[in-house]
């Protein structure tokens, strides 16, 4: 070993560990909303986190953030023929989930609905809520092409966030609009030119350099000084043929008479290039910039867009490190999980019986803590009673000499019992009725 003192290495900028005891909370938000989804019957999906490079710029867009700035793409090395692979980390999953559809022929015969989790990759400004890999919970709705659909992936939407006990008005928004057709997004788009034109010299860069290619974002600005210019732009609403109007008043009948409240928002454009139809997003105030914890829509086209069959889609993706801090801001968060019993355990004499019998009980469900051996009688009460656990089993000597163990309850005054040691298993059901 060198003399040198080595540098200590960190996590990548942007890039966090989650550690307990925040992994506990990201485990209990995803098992709440893995609940609801099964409510809903939606199937879990597993893909891969590396893709090649080209689904997401065919995917997702040449003249969109993710595309022009967010990417990790990298060339693989050269296999024996000297041709190397152009792969990316996945900025998203919907662009993924259907290349695995297509690829396993899984829409032949009728509609999936299928659920994902996992880390997204973008390299964005890291800020709060906003980094370089982030976690997403998102659905995907694919080979239905109703209003019943939409609304139902809203519906889903809406369920998790009142089952995680945020509140609509209080804590969240629903925005809606509809995209309509390409069609007419193009008779919109040449109104809309005429009008940003008309404005050029309000412009920022941003606002400038998409005016022709992508003039529907320029809409999505927060730039406070042209809000009154995206305001009075011409609506894409009123673009609208019958046949989306009737698909955008399907769903919205359906939010309404499940009492769904939403707002429709105009400008509501979304960042990635394939959306048709129903866009929508759900917004916080409570987390700045980083408002919007949720959001989707249709998606007719991406899928003969990468090859596969036209086929109808909607779906949403959810940032769950947005959905922890709003959580954590509203004091939504349940308090963190504590044991049944705290095993107090002064001396390793009798440590093989002591674990047995504690096994026992975690095979009959008691979730137990135990710190044995080194510190005093006193300081493990201390770390008993800080545990949380309602219950303290005691491996004193004495008691494990006349084959006993001492139980005493936490929370509340009451005598200590003694239980037989080799029948502790059969106190699980009041050890964990807390
Ligand atoms: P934003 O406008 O905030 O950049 P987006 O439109 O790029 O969001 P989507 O591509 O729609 O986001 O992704 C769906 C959800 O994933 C977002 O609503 C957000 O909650 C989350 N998300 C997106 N990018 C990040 C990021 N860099 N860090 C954390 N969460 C993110
Ligand atoms: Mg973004």
Not at 257 to 274: F, Q, S
Not at 302 to 329: D, N, Y
Not at 374 to 392: L, P, T, Y
Request: glycine share 10%.
């Amino acid at each position: 070993m060198s003399e040198k003192k080595l540098t200590v290495l960190q996590a990548v900028k942007g890039m966090n560990d989650i550690l307990p005891p925040e992994s506990a909370r990201w485990e209990w938000l995803e098992a709440r909303m893995r609940s609801v989804l099964q409510r809903y019957g939606y199937q879990n999906v597993r893909t891969p986190i590396v893709e090649p490079t080209a689904l997401f710029v065919r995917g997702i867009g040449e003249v969109t953030d993710i595309v022009e700035k967010e990417m990790y793409a990298f060339e693989d090395r050269a296999d024996k023929h000297g041709q190397a692979e152009h792969l990316a980390l996945r900025p998203e999953m919907t662009a993924g989930v259907v290349r695995a559809m297509i690829e396993h022929s899984f829409l032949r015969d009728s509609g999936r609905r299928l659920y994902y989790f996992g880390p997204m990759f973008r390299r964005e400004k890291p800020q709060k809520g906003r980094y370089r890999q982030f976690h997403q919970m998102g659905i995907e709705a694919l080979g239905f092409s109703g209003p019943d659909v939409d609304a139902e992936v809203i519906l889903l939407g809406n369920r998790l966030l009142c089952e995680l006990g945020l509140v609509e008005g209080d804590h969240f928004r629903l925005e809606l609009n509809c995209l309509g057709s390409p069609e007419e997004r193009r008779a919109h788009r040449e109104a809309l030119i005429k009008h940003l034109e008309l404005h050029v010299d309000l412009l920022d860069e941003d606002g400038k350099r998409r005016m022709h290619s992508n003039p529907l974002r320029v809409l999505d600005t927060k730039n406070p000084a042209l809000q009154d210019m995206a305001n009075a732009a011409p609506r894409l609403l009123d673009f609208l043929g019958e046949a989306s109007l009737a698909h955008f008043n399907g769903v919205r009948a359906i939010l309404d008479a499940a009492g769904v409240k939403y707002t429709i928002n105009p400008r509501l454009v979304r960042g990635l290039d394939y959306y048709n139809l129903t866009v929508f997003e759900w917004i916080t105030d409570k987390l700045g910039s980083q408002g919007t914890v949720c959001g989707g829509g249709r998606y007719d086209g991406l899928i003969e867009q990468l090859g596969g069959k036209p086929t109808p889609a909607v779906g949403f993706g959810m940032g769950l490190e947005r959905m922890l801090l709003l959580l954590e801001e509203v004091g939504a968060m349940p308090a963190a999980p504590v044991p049944d019993v705290y095993a107090v355990v002064p001396s390793a004499t009798g440590l093989p019986q002591v674990m047995a019998a504690l096994d026992q009980l975690r095979a009959a469900g008691v979730c137990v803590l135990m710190h044995p051996g080194q510190s005093s009688m006193k300081s493990q009460f201390k770390k008993a009673d800080a545990s949380g656990a309602a219950w303290a089993l005691i491996f004193g000597e004495d008691e494990l000499a006349r084959g006993e163990v001492g139980l005493k309850p936490l929370r509340e005054q009451g005598e200590q019992l003694y239980l037989p040691l080799g029948s502790v298993g059969e106190w699980a059901g009041r050890l964990t009725q807390a």
